[in-house]
């Protein structure tokens, strides 16, 4: 359904250009459920906006292509991406707040996504006509705020978003990205916001809808441990690039990368009680000062000469690969195997 190939993202800055996205690949599949995991600034939300059409200057596609469904994305117009964007790929952000338009009725931000891309067609313009399908637009508007958990959404389809709690008001722009049936939904951070309650009945809700339309996701998060329960595949990104990507069971029960295991480490666990959190040391690298290297190789305790060169993917198993020296072919010979081996 969704394959990126190659991609490469730039801003242009002072300093030359950041590549905040470097060489990425993955793919989604019909129904599938992709996590894009790291820490802040690993440039998770340019890969997301890139799918939508989202990047602005001075951000740019330097390279590669957004494969969806046979087209390539990354070479279509401004109006073919409109197109697509809310219709076949719909978008939820992190800030409901400062997504959804405090002026306006929230049933009216609803039927606005349905008028834009007019999923149901007027048949003739009669003023009869236009009253029927305001009708009906209303009505797919109530059952959508029903679908996603809104109670007497009657009532509620007058009310502004101030009047909704913050889980409420990610329920209207979660109702808002399904109005056009979009075969891929695309979630920012969509329970980071939230308090943990209301963050695991938000998860219940995506995963009901990717259950029962068979909408794929792609989630972008920095929670490892929220995408091991809620996605199929993980992507684990540092710095702009894909080091570690495979079926959720497959990498959490064997990561190989130090990254992937730094931030399985840092996840506090209730069920271990005097757990201790290992966070990783350091913070993430400045992409302006980054070469070719890895870009880990200063946080990672494993790191050696060998990390000095550029690091290519590693094909672990039929579906997993990692992006480390440890496991690059070749490094049997000067027995980094055996470190690996033990890590
Ligand atoms: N407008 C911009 N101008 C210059 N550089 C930018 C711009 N936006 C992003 N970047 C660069 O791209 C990198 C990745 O940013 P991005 O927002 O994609 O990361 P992220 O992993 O999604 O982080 P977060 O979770 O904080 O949003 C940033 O560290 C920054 O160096």
């Known amino acids: 359904m969704l394959e990126i190939k190659n991609l490469t993202i730039g801003y242009a800055t002072a300093g030359g250009v950041v590549k905040a996205v470097k060489e990425v690949n993955f793919s989604v599949k019909p129904g599938q459920i992709v996590g894009l995991v790291g820490e802040s600034g690993c440039g998770k939300s340019t890969a997301l906006f890139s799918i939508?059409?989202?990047?602005?200057?001075?951000?740019?596609?330097?390279?590669?292509?957004?494969?969806?469904?046979?087209?390539?994305?990354?070479?279509?117009?401004?109006?073919?991406?409109?197109?697509?964007?809310?219709?076949?790929?719909?978008m939820i952000f992190q800030d409901p707040m400062t997504t959804l338009n405090p002026a306006f009725r929230v049933g009216k931000q609803i039927h606005e996504v349905l008028q834009t891309h007019r999923v149901i067609e007027p048949e003739k313009?009669?003023?009869?006509?236009?009253?029927?399908?305001?009708?009906?637009?209303?009505?797919?508007?109530?059952?959508?705020?029903?679908?996603v958990g809104i109670s007497a959404p009657e009532q509620r389809y007058e009310a502004y978003p101030h009047q909704f709690s913050g889980g409420m008001q990610q329920r209207i722009l979660i109702a808002m990205g399904l109005a056009c049936n979009p075969k891929l939904l695309l979630?920012?951070?969509p329970t980071t916001a939230l308090d943990v309650t209301i963050q695991a009945q938000i998860l219940d809700l995506l995963k009901r809808i990717n259950k029962e339309h068979g909408t794929s996701m792609i989630i972008v998060t920095h929670d490892?441990?929220?995408?091991?329960?809620?996605?199929?595949e993980v992507a684990v990104m540092y710095a702009g690039q894909i080091v570690e990507r495979g079926?959720?069971?497959?990498?959490?029960?064997?990561?190989?990368?130090?990254?992937?295991?730094?931030?399985?480490?840092?996840?506090?666990?209730?069920?271990k009680t005097r757990q201790r959190i290992e966070?990783?040391?350091g913070t993430v690298v400045d992409l302006a000062k980054l070469g070719d290297?890895?870009?880990?190789?200063a946080r990672c305790s494993y790191a050696s000469d060998d990390c000095s060169n550029a690091v290519t993917m590693t094909q672990i198993s039929e579906e997993h690969?990692?992006?480390?020296?440890?496991?690059?072919?070749?490094?049997?010979?000067?027995?980094?195997?055996?470190?690996?081996?033990?890590?």
């Open 52 to 90: 939508m059409g989202l990047i602005k200057s001075p951000g740019k596609i330097m390279d590669g292509e957004i494969v969806y469904n046979g087209h390539n994305l990354a070479s279509q117009t401004p109006d073919q991406w409109r197109s697509i964007r809310g219709k076949e790929i719909a």
């Open 125 to 147: 313009k009669g003023w009869l006509e236009r009253f029927k399908l305001r009708h009906k637009e209303k009505e797919r508007v109530l059952t959508l705020m029903r679908e």
């Open 187 to 189: 979630a920012d951070e």
């Open 224 to 232: 490892l441990g929220m995408a091991a329960e809620f996605c199929h």
């Open 247 to 271: 079926p959720t069971e497959l990498l959490i029960a064997n990561p190989k990368h130090p990254y992937t295991k730094g931030l399985l480490q840092s996840i506090p666990r209730i069920t």
């Open 279 to 281: 966070p990783i040391p």
């Open 293 to 297: 290297e890895c870009a880990f190789r």
């Open 321 to 343: 690969q990692v992006r480390c020296v440890l496991y690059e072919r070749g490094s049997e010979a000067s027995g980094i195997q055996q470190a690996a081996a033990h890590f």
